[in-house]
């Protein structure tokens, strides 16, 4: 069983930067991987990016490619969103998910873990 705790969001203004992190209890084997979606009210999770907790590869959404990195401390069972040039359609409810496989997926559905989610609000 995995729990995840997101922290990190908050206001900024258009072309800021903000970090997110995500502590991972019940220590995730190397067997699993880790990302970050986002939602608005009313709509379906988007993924963000995400990383395999054995080898480190990355996958990212074509929105945030560029301005966006997902890492993890695997000592630290913590994985983060930095966020750079941040724009007004980055507001989002972030959350951090978990899924029991290598491999990264970019639907919401293949992950069975989710935090409470954090809210970044970038302003123009």
């Known amino acids: 069983q995995v729990q995840l705790v997101e922290s990190g969001g908050g206001l900024v203004q258009a072309g800021g930067s903000l970090n997110l992190s995500c502590a991972a209890s019940?220590?995730?084997?190397?067997?699993?991987?880790m990302a970050w979606f986002r939602q608005a009210p009313g709509k379906e999770r988007e993924f963000v990016a995400g990383?395999?907790?054995?080898?480190?590869?990355?996958v990212y959404a074509d929105s945030v490619k560029g301005r966006f990195t997902i890492s993890r401390d695997n000592a630290k069972n913590m994985v983060y969103l930095q966020m750079n040039s941040l724009r007004p359609e980055d507001t989002y409810v972030y959350y951090c998910g978990a899924r029991r496989d290598r491999i990264v997926v970019s639907r919401s559905t293949g992950y069975g873990y989710w935090g409470q989610g954090t809210q970044v609000t970038v302003s123009s």
């Open positions: 019940g220590r995730p084997s190397s067997g699993y991987t």
């Open positions: 990383i395999s907790w054995s080898d480190g590869k990355t």
